[in-house]
């Protein structure tokens, strides 16, 4: 049976045979649709990309507000539209390996303080004009000054200085950094014609795809670069179209109208359902991702870390995972770090449920009345579901909870970073360094739960220039503590990605470092003939 299946796959792929008669002769010989479509996706990977088609995703994740400009890209749809359109100096294979772009080639000095990027010649923008050491080093400069708002911004300011010579961009950072060429694998760091300093969101990168529809909040396209200088590996559809669909219902019906070929963040509480779906294949694993709830620490009630401690122990995060998550996850503590990372300190206990010991802080901390918490269906699948369900287990502890119900469009603009108490998300970071950076630091901008630390910013520096493991790692550990214990994160749960396809997508590659293959599967997958 397994040959004959074999066989008739790689027939598909060949274009001798149809879908549907083979799914026929499978579903004969007592075959499941799951894995008739598995083996189907392995022959087309077998037989090579095909060119052709439109390819069109439905994605969470799109406001109005949305801009060109990665230096503010925040959510997915701009990010994974980035990813048609830009191309990276470097970036992540799924294996988590360095993977060498627009820089061919990355060197240090010896104490990690010197950089070199050399430069790959025949790199092209879609103006025509060929990407220059000039232009990266640009790039890199926009995302270093404050004016920009750069999401990069909070590591990027450990660079001292940038210097472009022949094809070469020489960095030299403030402290040494072993992880710096991680850090620029940043998806703001698209490299744009002189950096984007005369036209931030000219949207002119030298990605596989150039943008031919721009509707922020509702739809965005581009059609394959001709000379695109990696068109054997990415840029197989002759189009590319991301529609704004922000309600999880509207995506799975589009998935499964065939309005679309891909969604992401399909809410685990449906995943059972889609499964069931003729053509529909789920694709879910583990990574960084984590969803939070995030108080600022210096705005009043939660600038007192006695009410910040009982919220972060009124919560059920066992519940959470099994009614939110459904099993899709693992437990969060408090801190942005798990196993996906090197260095993981995973000797630090467990935070529990404790409505004894959190009424005991909320008490302590001298506040009285209810704590305003807003949420969104944007903020993660389920997050208004988790909201209500955290609303009741602060009950448990005698805190009262007013949940307030938000629209998704401006939610990311309005209510993120700028109200006290919201949940979110975060995908996670490539390296430790890049997720305290970012988030953490008293300089970031998205520095999104006021966390104002000097001390901890020492620390950050210090576990950036230290390059023996073991005691990096202490660093790491005491950082995660004072996050944990201090901090204005409470974080119940990290997730799975889990996003799903249609019957024709073929190319797929599980990625863990964001959903929809780390934002490349518009630009890597294809459709079958």
Not at 202 to 209: C, E, K, Q, R, W
Not at 402 to 409: A, I, L, T
Request: hydrophobic fraction near 40%.
């Amino acid at each position: 049976m397994s040959n004959e299946l074999d066989f008739l796959s790689r027939r598909v792929a060949s274009g001798k045979l149809s879908r549907r008669d083979f799914l026929g002769r499978a579903a004969a010989l007592g075959v499941t649709a799951t894995f008739a479509n598995s083996l189907l996706s392995s022959a087309a990977r077998a037989a090579g990309p095909v060119k052709g088609g439109t390819l069109k995703a439905g994605l969470v994740g799109g406001e109005s507000t949305n801009s060109l400009d990665p230096a503010l890209f925040m959510t997915q749809v701009p990010t994974i539209f980035g990813k048609c359109w830009g191309e990276m100096i470097v970036e992540l294979s799924p294996e988590g390996k360095l993977e060498n772009r627009i820089a061919e080639e990355i060197g240090s000095s010896d104490d990690a303080k010197v950089w070199t990027l050399k430069i790959r010649d025949g790199v092209e923008f879609h103006n025509g004009k060929t990407v220059t050491a000039e232009d990266v080093a640009a790039t890199l400069e926009r995302h270093s000054d404050e004016k920009s708002k750069s999401g990069a911004l909070g590591y990027m300011k450990g660079i001292e200085s940038i210097k472009a010579s022949g094809k070469d961009v020489v960095l030299t950072l403030k402290e040494a950094n072993a992880d710096l060429p991680y850090l620029l694998s940043d998806y703001h760091l698209i490299v744009q014609p002189n950096g984007g300093k005369d036209q931030a969101d000219a949207g002119i990168g030298a990605g596989p795809y150039k943008i031919t529809t721009n509707e922020p909040g509702v739809r965005h396209g581009g059609e394959r670069f001709a000379n695109y200088w990696q068109g054997d590996k990415m840029g197989h559809a002759d189009q590319v179209e991301i529609i704004v669909i922000n309600d999880a219902t509207a995506r799975t019906s589009a998935l499964q109208g065939g309005q679309v070929n891909m969604i992401n963040r399909v809410e685990p509480k449906i995943v059972d359902l889609i499964k069931r779906l003729p053509g529909v294949t789920i694709r879910n694993h583990s990574g960084p991702g984590h969803y939070v709830f995030i108080m600022h620490c210096n705005t009043a009630p939660f600038d007192n870390n006695d009410l910040r401690m009982a919220l972060k122990l009124a919560m059920d995060r066992e519940e959470m995972l099994d009614k939110i998550l459904r099993g899709y996850g693992s437990l969060g503590n408090d801190f942005p770090i798990n196993a996906s990372y090197p260095l993981f300190p995973d000797d630090i206990e467990q935070r529990k449920f404790d409505p004894d010991k959190a009424a005991f802080h909320y008490k302590k901390s001298g506040h009285s009345g209810s704590v305003l918490l807003r949420t969104s269906d944007v903020a993660f699948p389920g997050a208004v579901d988790a909201a209500q369900l955290y609303q009741q287990s602060c009950a448990k502890a005698g805190i009262t909870i007013e949940v307030k119900r938000e629209p998704g469009d401006g939610y990311w603009s309005e209510v993120w970073n700028k109200q006290p108490f919201s949940t979110s998300y975060w995908g996670g970071r490539s390296t430790q360094d890049q997720m305290y950076s970012t988030a953490y630091i008293s300089s970031a901008d998205w520095n999104d739960t006021r966390f104002l630390r000097p001390d901890f910013d020492k620390m950050v520096l210090a576990a950036r220039a230290e390059l023996d493991e073991a005691k990096r790692k202490a660093i790491y550990r005491d950082m995660a503590m004072i996050v944990r214990d201090e901090g204005g994160l409470i974080l119940p749960m990290f997730n799975q990605f889990i996003d799903a396809t249609g019957a024709k997508v073929a190319g797929w590659v599980d990625d863990p470092h964001q959903e929809l293959m780390n934002g490349y599967a518009l630009a890597k997958c294809w459709l079958e003939a």
